[in-house]
Protein backbone atom coordinates (compact mmCIF):
# COMPACT_ATOMS: atom_id res chain seq x y z
CA UNK A 1 0.00 0.00 0.00
CA UNK A 2 2.64 2.80 0.93
CA UNK A 3 4.42 1.56 -2.04
CA UNK A 4 1.96 1.82 -4.27
CA UNK A 5 1.64 5.54 -2.70
CA UNK A 6 5.05 6.03 -3.32
CA UNK A 7 4.85 5.44 -6.57
CA UNK A 8 2.58 7.95 -7.61
CA UNK A 9 3.62 11.26 -8.09
CA UNK A 10 1.76 12.96 -5.95
CA UNK A 11 2.38 10.54 -2.81
CA UNK A 12 5.99 11.31 -4.05
CA UNK A 13 5.26 15.17 -3.51
CA UNK A 14 3.33 14.58 -0.28
CA UNK A 15 6.29 12.39 1.08
CA UNK A 16 9.11 14.83 0.19
CA UNK A 17 6.92 17.72 1.45
CA UNK A 18 5.86 15.82 4.70
CA UNK A 19 10.06 14.82 4.84
CA UNK A 20 10.88 18.37 4.34
CA UNK A 21 8.51 19.77 6.87
CA UNK A 22 9.17 17.20 9.67
CA UNK A 23 13.12 18.14 9.14
CA UNK A 24 12.34 22.20 9.52
CA UNK A 25 10.60 21.21 12.78
CA UNK A 26 13.35 18.94 14.05
CA UNK A 27 15.92 21.68 12.99
CA UNK A 28 13.51 24.72 14.48
CA UNK A 29 13.01 22.36 17.55
CA UNK A 30 16.94 21.72 18.05
CA UNK A 31 17.62 25.06 17.69
CA UNK A 32 15.04 26.70 20.03
CA UNK A 33 16.51 23.98 22.34
CA UNK A 34 20.14 24.58 22.34
CA UNK A 35 19.64 29.08 22.33
CA UNK A 36 17.80 27.61 26.03
CA UNK A 37 21.31 25.59 26.91
CA UNK A 38 23.07 27.88 25.85
CA UNK A 39 21.31 31.11 27.35
CA UNK A 40 20.98 29.12 30.61
CA UNK A 41 25.03 28.35 31.08
CA UNK A 42 26.29 31.68 29.76
CA UNK A 43 24.10 33.09 32.65
CA UNK A 44 24.92 30.71 34.84
CA UNK A 45 28.83 32.19 33.78
CA UNK A 46 28.19 35.68 34.74
CA UNK A 47 26.37 34.38 38.10
CA UNK A 48 29.46 32.78 39.25
CA UNK A 49 31.48 35.40 37.92
CA UNK A 50 29.92 38.25 39.85
CA UNK A 51 29.85 35.75 43.21
CA UNK A 52 33.04 35.27 42.75
CA UNK A 53 34.20 39.06 42.85
CA UNK A 54 31.65 39.90 46.01
CA UNK A 55 33.36 37.04 47.75
CA UNK A 56 37.02 39.04 46.70
CA UNK A 57 35.27 42.62 48.93
CA UNK A 58 35.25 40.74 52.37
CA UNK A 59 38.84 39.27 51.71
CA UNK A 60 40.22 42.35 50.81
CA UNK A 61 38.61 44.12 54.14
CA UNK A 62 39.90 41.33 56.36
CA UNK A 63 43.62 42.02 54.83
CA UNK A 64 43.02 45.50 55.44
CA UNK A 65 42.17 45.44 59.29
CA UNK A 66 44.71 42.79 59.33
CA UNK A 67 47.15 45.42 57.92
CA UNK A 68 46.09 48.02 59.86
CA UNK A 69 46.84 45.87 62.83
CA UNK A 70 50.29 45.13 62.10
CA UNK A 71 51.15 47.79 59.44
CA UNK A 72 53.86 45.64 57.51
CA UNK A 73 55.11 45.51 53.89
CA UNK A 74 54.49 41.59 54.14
CA UNK A 75 50.35 42.81 55.16
CA UNK A 76 50.68 45.40 52.13
CA UNK A 77 51.88 43.01 49.44
CA UNK A 78 48.80 40.81 50.80
CA UNK A 79 46.32 43.90 50.30
CA UNK A 80 47.92 44.62 47.13
CA UNK A 81 47.24 41.03 46.05
CA UNK A 82 43.41 41.26 46.58
CA UNK A 83 43.23 44.79 45.09
CA UNK A 84 44.75 43.22 42.46
CA UNK A 85 42.24 39.92 42.68
CA UNK A 86 39.40 42.55 42.62
CA UNK A 87 40.64 43.85 39.36
CA UNK A 88 40.79 40.86 37.70
CA UNK A 89 37.36 39.82 38.74
CA UNK A 90 35.84 43.11 37.61
CA UNK A 91 37.92 42.67 34.03
CA UNK A 92 36.20 39.38 33.93
CA UNK A 93 32.99 40.82 34.68
CA UNK A 94 32.91 43.26 31.86
CA UNK A 95 34.15 41.23 29.52
CA UNK A 96 31.61 38.22 30.06
CA UNK A 97 29.28 41.25 30.12
CA UNK A 98 30.15 42.40 26.85
CA UNK A 99 30.26 38.84 24.81
CA UNK A 100 26.86 38.65 26.63
CA UNK A 101 25.01 41.50 25.91
CA UNK A 102 21.73 40.15 25.72
CA UNK A 103 21.68 38.88 29.63
CA UNK A 104 21.71 42.45 31.19
CA UNK A 105 18.83 44.52 29.32
CA UNK A 106 20.60 48.14 30.38
CA UNK A 107 24.29 47.64 29.90
CA UNK A 108 24.82 51.42 29.11
CA UNK A 109 23.77 52.50 32.41
CA UNK A 110 26.42 49.90 34.45
CA UNK A 111 29.27 50.86 32.01
CA UNK A 112 30.10 54.18 33.92
CA UNK A 113 30.02 52.99 37.48
CA UNK A 114 32.41 50.02 35.68
CA UNK A 115 35.05 52.56 34.54
CA UNK A 116 34.88 54.74 37.22
CA UNK A 117 35.47 51.36 39.70
CA UNK A 118 38.04 50.61 37.71
CA UNK A 119 39.59 53.81 37.85
CA UNK A 120 39.45 54.11 41.60
CA UNK A 121 40.73 49.94 41.88
CA UNK A 122 43.88 51.66 39.89
CA UNK A 123 44.18 54.51 42.40
CA UNK A 124 43.80 52.17 45.05
CA UNK A 125 46.95 50.27 43.19
CA UNK A 126 49.16 52.92 43.41
CA UNK A 127 48.69 53.89 46.74
CA UNK A 128 49.22 50.60 48.07
CA UNK A 129 52.11 50.28 46.27
CA UNK A 130 53.66 54.04 47.80
CA UNK A 131 52.21 52.11 51.55
CA UNK A 132 54.47 49.28 50.40
CA UNK A 133 57.50 51.82 50.85
CA UNK A 134 55.87 53.48 53.70
CA UNK A 135 53.89 51.67 55.99
CA UNK A 136 52.71 54.31 57.87
CA UNK A 137 50.30 55.18 54.47
CA UNK A 138 48.37 51.90 55.85
CA UNK A 139 45.28 54.09 57.59
CA UNK A 140 44.56 56.27 54.08
CA UNK A 141 45.02 53.81 51.93
CA UNK A 142 42.30 51.68 54.54
CA UNK A 143 39.74 54.44 54.58
CA UNK A 144 39.77 54.46 50.21
CA UNK A 145 40.04 50.89 50.11
CA UNK A 146 36.59 50.87 52.44
CA UNK A 147 34.71 52.73 49.31
CA UNK A 148 36.12 51.26 46.70
CA UNK A 149 34.56 48.20 48.60
CA UNK A 150 31.30 49.44 49.64
CA UNK A 151 30.89 51.04 45.64
CA UNK A 152 32.20 47.25 44.20
CA UNK A 153 29.76 45.38 46.29
CA UNK A 154 26.84 47.78 45.83
CA UNK A 155 27.62 47.58 41.58
CA UNK A 156 27.62 43.74 41.73
CA UNK A 157 24.59 43.46 43.97
CA UNK A 158 22.98 45.82 41.33
CA UNK A 159 24.33 43.63 38.71
CA UNK A 160 22.92 40.79 39.92
CA UNK A 161 19.68 42.24 39.86
CA UNK A 162 19.46 43.54 36.97
CA UNK A 163 20.89 40.22 35.76
CA UNK A 164 17.89 38.20 37.59
CA UNK A 165 15.30 40.35 36.24
CA UNK A 166 16.88 39.93 32.47
CA UNK A 167 16.72 36.22 33.33
CA UNK A 168 13.62 35.79 34.75
CA UNK A 169 11.93 38.14 31.26
CA UNK A 170 14.14 36.03 28.85
CA UNK A 171 12.84 32.79 30.85
CA UNK A 172 9.82 33.86 29.89
CA UNK A 173 10.18 34.62 26.54
CA UNK A 174 11.85 31.28 25.56
CA UNK A 175 8.73 29.44 27.47
CA UNK A 176 7.10 31.44 24.92
CA UNK A 177 9.24 30.71 21.80
CA UNK A 178 9.05 26.96 23.28
CA UNK A 179 5.05 26.47 23.12
CA UNK A 180 5.07 28.41 19.78
CA UNK A 181 7.65 26.61 18.09
CA UNK A 182 6.00 23.33 19.70
CA UNK A 183 2.65 24.31 17.96
CA UNK A 184 4.10 25.04 14.90
CA UNK A 185 5.96 21.43 14.97
CA UNK A 186 2.09 19.95 15.72
CA UNK A 187 0.87 21.96 12.67
CA UNK A 188 3.17 21.21 10.39
CA UNK A 189 2.88 17.63 11.50
CA UNK A 190 -0.44 17.53 11.03
CA UNK A 191 -0.20 19.56 7.60
CA UNK A 192 1.98 16.69 6.35
CA UNK A 193 -0.21 14.23 7.60
CA UNK A 194 -3.25 15.92 6.18
CA UNK A 195 -1.86 16.12 2.42
CA UNK A 196 -0.91 12.40 2.83
CA UNK A 197 -4.45 11.72 3.32
CA UNK A 198 -5.70 13.90 0.81
CA UNK A 199 -3.01 12.52 -1.18
CA UNK A 200 -4.18 8.67 -0.49
CA UNK A 201 -8.22 9.86 -0.67
CA UNK A 202 -7.14 11.11 -4.52
CA UNK A 203 -5.67 8.69 -5.09
CA UNK A 204 -8.13 5.92 -4.46
CA UNK A 205 -10.25 8.43 -6.14
CA UNK A 206 -8.79 8.32 -8.95
CA UNK A 207 -8.16 4.23 -9.32
CA UNK A 208 -12.05 4.38 -9.22
CA UNK A 209 -13.09 6.34 -11.36
CA UNK A 210 -10.15 4.40 -13.42
CA UNK A 211 -12.11 1.13 -12.82
CA UNK A 212 -15.69 2.77 -13.75
CA UNK A 213 -14.49 3.69 -17.11
CA UNK A 214 -13.49 0.85 -17.61
CA UNK A 215 -15.95 -1.85 -16.79
CA UNK A 216 -19.62 -1.73 -16.79
CA UNK A 217 -21.80 -0.89 -14.29
CA UNK A 218 -24.65 -3.52 -14.59
CA UNK A 219 -22.00 -6.70 -14.60
CA UNK A 220 -18.91 -5.74 -13.50
CA UNK A 221 -17.41 -6.67 -16.64
CA UNK A 222 -14.60 -4.83 -19.14
CA UNK A 223 -16.92 -2.76 -21.45
CA UNK A 224 -16.05 -1.93 -24.74
CA UNK A 225 -13.33 0.60 -24.06
CA UNK A 226 -11.32 -1.46 -21.97
CA UNK A 227 -11.71 -4.39 -24.48
CA UNK A 228 -10.50 -2.20 -27.62
CA UNK A 229 -7.46 -1.22 -25.75
CA UNK A 230 -6.70 -4.89 -24.59
CA UNK A 231 -7.44 -6.42 -28.10
CA UNK A 232 -5.27 -3.86 -29.80
CA UNK A 233 -2.19 -4.66 -27.50
CA UNK A 234 -2.89 -8.44 -27.61
CA UNK A 235 -2.90 -8.49 -31.61
CA UNK A 236 0.70 -6.38 -31.40
CA UNK A 237 1.49 -9.06 -29.31
CA UNK A 238 -0.04 -12.33 -31.66
CA UNK A 239 1.60 -10.82 -34.54
CA UNK A 240 5.30 -10.18 -33.06
CA UNK A 241 4.86 -13.94 -31.48
CA UNK A 242 3.42 -15.49 -34.75
CA UNK A 243 0.27 -16.74 -32.38
CA UNK A 244 -3.06 -17.30 -33.03
CA UNK A 245 -5.95 -14.94 -31.34
CA UNK A 246 -9.39 -15.82 -31.40
CA UNK A 247 -12.50 -13.80 -30.72
CA UNK A 248 -15.86 -14.28 -29.48
CA UNK A 249 -18.65 -12.64 -29.37
CA UNK A 250 -21.69 -14.21 -27.47
CA UNK A 251 -25.46 -12.84 -27.93
CA UNK A 252 -28.10 -13.58 -25.87
CA UNK A 253 -31.24 -15.32 -27.69
CA UNK A 254 -34.75 -13.96 -27.95
CA UNK A 255 -33.54 -11.35 -24.74
CA UNK A 256 -36.55 -9.21 -25.67
CA UNK A 257 -38.83 -11.78 -25.01
CA UNK A 258 -37.32 -12.28 -21.03
CA UNK A 259 -37.67 -8.34 -20.52
CA UNK A 260 -41.59 -7.99 -22.02
CA UNK A 261 -42.58 -11.69 -20.05
CA UNK A 262 -40.50 -10.96 -16.48
CA UNK A 263 -39.78 -7.53 -16.99
CA UNK A 264 -36.42 -5.37 -16.79
CA UNK A 265 -35.23 -6.64 -13.62
CA UNK A 266 -35.46 -10.10 -14.13
CA UNK A 267 -33.57 -8.99 -17.30
CA UNK A 268 -30.90 -7.17 -15.71
CA UNK A 269 -31.13 -10.60 -13.37
CA UNK A 270 -30.66 -12.12 -16.10
CA UNK A 271 -27.80 -10.53 -17.50
CA UNK A 272 -25.34 -10.39 -14.14
CA UNK A 273 -26.29 -14.42 -13.78
CA UNK A 274 -25.24 -14.91 -17.27
CA UNK A 275 -21.89 -12.62 -16.40
CA UNK A 276 -21.22 -14.37 -13.75
CA UNK A 277 -21.12 -17.50 -15.00
CA UNK A 278 -18.73 -16.63 -18.51
CA UNK A 279 -16.46 -15.17 -16.09
CA UNK A 280 -16.31 -18.03 -14.10
CA UNK A 281 -16.42 -20.29 -17.21
CA UNK A 282 -13.50 -18.09 -19.06
CA UNK A 283 -9.93 -18.55 -18.32
CA UNK A 284 -7.88 -15.79 -16.30
CA UNK A 285 -5.83 -14.71 -19.39
CA UNK A 286 -8.85 -14.13 -21.44
CA UNK A 287 -10.39 -10.69 -21.35
CA UNK A 288 -14.34 -10.62 -21.28
CA UNK A 289 -16.24 -7.38 -21.97
CA UNK A 290 -19.83 -6.45 -21.80
CA UNK A 291 -20.29 -4.77 -24.99
CA UNK A 292 -23.70 -4.22 -26.01
CA UNK A 293 -26.89 -4.79 -24.07
CA UNK A 294 -27.12 -8.65 -24.02
CA UNK A 295 -23.81 -8.66 -26.35
CA UNK A 296 -20.83 -10.01 -24.94
CA UNK A 297 -16.81 -10.31 -26.22
CA UNK A 298 -14.56 -12.67 -25.24
CA UNK A 299 -10.85 -12.02 -26.00
CA UNK A 300 -8.71 -15.18 -26.05
CA UNK A 301 -5.02 -15.06 -26.86
CA UNK A 302 -2.88 -17.76 -28.10
CA UNK A 303 -5.97 -19.30 -29.16
CA UNK A 304 -6.32 -21.62 -32.40
CA UNK A 305 -9.85 -21.76 -33.76
CA UNK A 306 -10.52 -25.41 -32.87
CA UNK A 307 -9.72 -24.71 -29.35
CA UNK A 308 -11.93 -21.53 -29.48
CA UNK A 309 -14.63 -23.28 -30.73
CA UNK A 310 -14.33 -26.17 -27.97
CA UNK A 311 -14.05 -23.14 -25.44
CA UNK A 312 -17.64 -21.37 -27.18
CA UNK A 313 -19.09 -24.81 -27.21
CA UNK A 314 -18.59 -25.25 -23.74
CA UNK A 315 -19.64 -21.73 -22.62
CA UNK A 316 -23.34 -22.05 -24.56
CA UNK A 317 -23.88 -25.54 -23.35
CA UNK A 318 -23.47 -24.73 -19.70
CA UNK A 319 -25.54 -21.52 -20.03
CA UNK A 320 -28.15 -23.43 -21.73
CA UNK A 321 -27.82 -25.99 -18.99
CA UNK A 322 -26.92 -24.09 -15.90
CA UNK A 323 -27.72 -20.39 -16.28
CA UNK A 324 -30.67 -19.66 -14.30
CA UNK A 325 -31.11 -22.89 -12.15
CA UNK A 326 -32.04 -20.10 -9.50
CA UNK A 327 -34.78 -17.96 -11.12
CA UNK A 328 -38.10 -19.04 -12.23
CA UNK A 329 -38.32 -18.72 -15.89
CA UNK A 330 -40.04 -20.89 -18.24
CA UNK A 331 -37.02 -21.99 -19.82
CA UNK A 332 -33.14 -21.22 -19.49
CA UNK A 333 -32.03 -18.96 -21.37
CA UNK A 334 -29.36 -19.58 -24.31
CA UNK A 335 -26.63 -17.75 -26.32
CA UNK A 336 -25.52 -17.95 -29.88
CA UNK A 337 -21.87 -17.79 -30.59
CA UNK A 338 -19.88 -15.88 -33.42
CA UNK A 339 -15.78 -17.20 -33.38
CA UNK A 340 -13.11 -15.99 -35.40
CA UNK A 341 -9.48 -16.41 -35.45
CA UNK A 342 -6.24 -13.92 -36.11
CA UNK A 343 -3.99 -16.75 -37.31
CA UNK A 344 -0.81 -14.29 -36.76
CA UNK A 345 -1.67 -12.09 -39.59
CA UNK A 346 -2.05 -8.42 -39.01
CA UNK A 347 -5.90 -7.42 -38.58
CA UNK A 348 -7.39 -4.74 -36.43
CA UNK A 349 -9.55 -5.07 -33.72
CA UNK A 350 -12.38 -3.65 -35.68
CA UNK A 351 -11.74 -5.90 -38.82
CA UNK A 352 -11.70 -9.06 -36.43
CA UNK A 353 -14.45 -7.87 -34.76
CA UNK A 354 -16.83 -7.80 -38.10
CA UNK A 355 -15.52 -11.68 -39.07
CA UNK A 356 -16.78 -12.55 -35.57
CA UNK A 357 -19.99 -9.75 -35.84
CA UNK A 358 -20.78 -11.85 -39.43
CA UNK A 359 -20.65 -15.34 -37.40
CA UNK A 360 -22.59 -14.36 -35.21
CA UNK A 361 -25.24 -13.23 -37.49
CA UNK A 362 -24.91 -16.77 -39.31
CA UNK A 363 -25.97 -18.37 -35.78
CA UNK A 364 -28.74 -16.67 -35.50
CA UNK A 365 -29.79 -17.25 -38.80
CA UNK A 366 -29.72 -21.05 -38.28
CA UNK A 367 -31.79 -21.11 -35.28
CA UNK A 368 -29.71 -19.54 -32.12
CA UNK A 369 -28.09 -21.41 -28.84
CA UNK A 370 -25.36 -22.14 -31.81
CA UNK A 371 -21.90 -21.75 -32.56
CA UNK A 372 -20.27 -20.58 -35.64
CA UNK A 373 -17.24 -19.45 -37.00
CA UNK A 374 -15.38 -17.30 -39.88
CA UNK A 375 -12.06 -16.83 -40.43
CA UNK A 376 -10.23 -14.26 -42.41
CA UNK A 377 -10.00 -14.62 -45.64
CA UNK A 378 -6.02 -15.27 -45.60
CA UNK A 379 -6.24 -17.55 -42.56
CA UNK A 380 -5.82 -21.39 -43.37
CA UNK A 381 -9.41 -23.14 -43.04
CA UNK A 382 -9.87 -25.41 -40.02
CA UNK A 383 -13.04 -27.18 -42.14
CA UNK A 384 -11.96 -30.34 -40.61
CA UNK A 385 -12.12 -29.40 -37.41
CA UNK A 386 -15.26 -27.79 -37.37
CA UNK A 387 -16.69 -30.80 -38.95
CA UNK A 388 -16.14 -32.71 -36.32
CA UNK A 389 -18.40 -30.76 -33.84
CA UNK A 390 -21.29 -29.73 -35.79
CA UNK A 391 -20.16 -26.38 -37.28
CA UNK A 392 -20.66 -24.54 -40.00
CA UNK A 393 -18.07 -22.49 -41.77
CA UNK A 394 -18.76 -19.40 -43.20
CA UNK A 395 -16.13 -18.78 -46.23
CA UNK A 396 -15.52 -15.35 -47.15
CA UNK A 397 -16.80 -14.85 -50.99
CA UNK A 398 -13.56 -14.22 -52.43
CA UNK A 399 -12.38 -17.16 -50.42
CA UNK A 400 -14.84 -19.50 -51.95
N1 LIG B 1 -32.87 -5.77 -18.74
C1 LIG B 1 -32.07 -5.21 -19.62
N2 LIG B 1 -32.33 -5.24 -20.93
C2 LIG B 1 -31.51 -4.69 -21.79
C3 LIG B 1 -30.33 -4.05 -21.38
N3 LIG B 1 -29.69 -3.58 -22.48
C4 LIG B 1 -30.45 -3.93 -23.54
N4 LIG B 1 -31.54 -4.61 -23.15
C5 LIG B 1 -32.61 -5.18 -23.94
O1 LIG B 1 -32.13 -6.27 -24.69
C6 LIG B 1 -33.03 -6.46 -25.75
C7 LIG B 1 -32.26 -6.85 -26.97
O2 LIG B 1 -33.25 -7.20 -27.94
P1 LIG B 1 -32.88 -7.59 -29.40
O3 LIG B 1 -31.74 -6.74 -29.89
O4 LIG B 1 -34.14 -7.51 -30.20
O5 LIG B 1 -32.36 -9.02 -29.32
P2 LIG B 1 -33.06 -10.34 -28.79
O6 LIG B 1 -34.41 -10.10 -28.32
O7 LIG B 1 -32.11 -10.95 -27.81
O8 LIG B 1 -33.12 -11.20 -30.07
P3 LIG B 1 -31.96 -11.98 -30.74
O9 LIG B 1 -30.67 -11.33 -30.33
O10 LIG B 1 -32.19 -11.86 -32.18
O11 LIG B 1 -32.03 -13.37 -30.25
C8 LIG B 1 -33.80 -5.15 -25.92
O12 LIG B 1 -35.13 -5.36 -25.52
C9 LIG B 1 -33.14 -4.20 -24.94
O13 LIG B 1 -34.05 -3.32 -24.34
C10 LIG B 1 -30.06 -4.00 -19.99
O14 LIG B 1 -29.06 -3.46 -19.53
N5 LIG B 1 -30.93 -4.58 -19.14
Known sequence: MMR?????????????FAVILCAMSAVM??????ACQKAS???TTLVSDIVLAQQATPQLRAALEEGSRQPSSEHIKYIDYFISLS????????????????????????????????????DLTQQSQQAQQRPELIDPLQRVAMEVGGAQAWLYNQLLEEVRDTSV????????????????????????????????HLHRQRNVMHQLMLTDELTGLYNRRHLVNVASAALTQALRDRAPLSLLLLDIDHFKQINDTYGHPTGDKVLRQISKQLRELSRPSDTLARIGGEEFCLLMP???????????????REIEVNAMSDMELHANPTISIGVTTCQSGSLTFEQLYSFADK???????????????????????????????GHTLIRESSDS
Open 87 to 122: KQHLNNIQSSIERHRYLISDVEYLHNHFSELSNRLS
Open 359 to 389: ALYQAKALGRNRVESLLPPTEPSPYSELQAY
Open 169 to 200: QQRLVMQRLSIAVSALLVLMVSAAITLCLAVI
Open 4 to 16: RFLRQPGGRLASI
Open 302 to 316: NTATHDALQAADRLR
Open 41 to 43: ADY
Open 29 to 34: GSYVYS
